[in-house]
């Protein structure tokens, strides 16, 4: 009986929980390819929460010595990316509130900035303009979900778990936000067309 060979994502989740077993029985260089896996993924997860790279630098560099550290009390994984995120929310959201930043400021998600959005042409400018613009109308939890979910790839199970949300919830708040999004780009649109 012929059996496909494995899915890339297949693969890659097979090849993750090998470094995790390795990486629990004490060899570094599998923690150090764990981290070379996922450290600019993380980073750009992190900057959606919180502004400051360094912050989110330093938090990524607790997080993987944390993980040396505790080697020996944690467990087998079914994901790994899916705990290298939420740990790394868990840090950030740990440094917000021991630097009493106000609660709003603790989880803001990003917003786009106009350094990263310029573009070479006007009308890709317009573009940029129309999708922040679009953007700011959407909830800090509906931007965080847009970005686990189309930019990290996090299925629905797996970001109410993250979110330590129901899976109704997060899936009602993914079609509000994508709602929204339509609905602000089209009138955007519009306008453009005839100004």
Do not use: C
């Not at 980073?43 to 330093?58: N, P, Q, R, S, T």
């Not at 129309?130 to 939890?141: E, K, M």
């Not at 299925?155 to 993914?174: D, G």
């Amino acid at each position: 009986m012929y059996t496909p060979p494995p899915s890339h994502h297949e693969q890659r989740h097979d090849d993750d929980l090998a470094l995790w077993q390795a990486f629990r029985a004490g060899q570094q260089a599998a923690l150090g390819s764990l981290f070379d896996r996922y450290a600019q993924q993380l980073f750009a997860y992190g900057h959606h929460l919180a502004h400051d790279a360094e912050v989110v630098k330093d938090a990524i560099q607790t997080v993987f010595v944390h993980l040396w550290a505790r080697r020996e009390y944690l467990g087998d994984m079914t994901t790994v990316k899916f705990y290298l995120y939420r740990s790394l929310k868990n840090e950030l959201l740990r440094v917000a509130s021991s630097t009493r930043l106000p609660k709003e400021q603790q989880a803001e998600v990003y917003t786009p900035s106009i350094e990263q959005s310029l573009v070479d042409t006007e009308e890709e400018h317009q573009r940029g303009v129309r999708l922040r613009l679009s953007l700011a109308q959407l909830s800090g939890r509906e931007k965080e979900i847009i970005n686990l979910k189309y930019f990290s790839n996090f299925k629905i199970r797996e970001i109410a778990t993250m979110l330590q949300l129901s899976e109704q919830t997060v899936a009602n708040l993914l079609s509000r936000a994508l709602r929204k999004l339509r609905q602000s780009l089209l009138v955007s649109v519009l306008l453009w067309l005839l100004g």
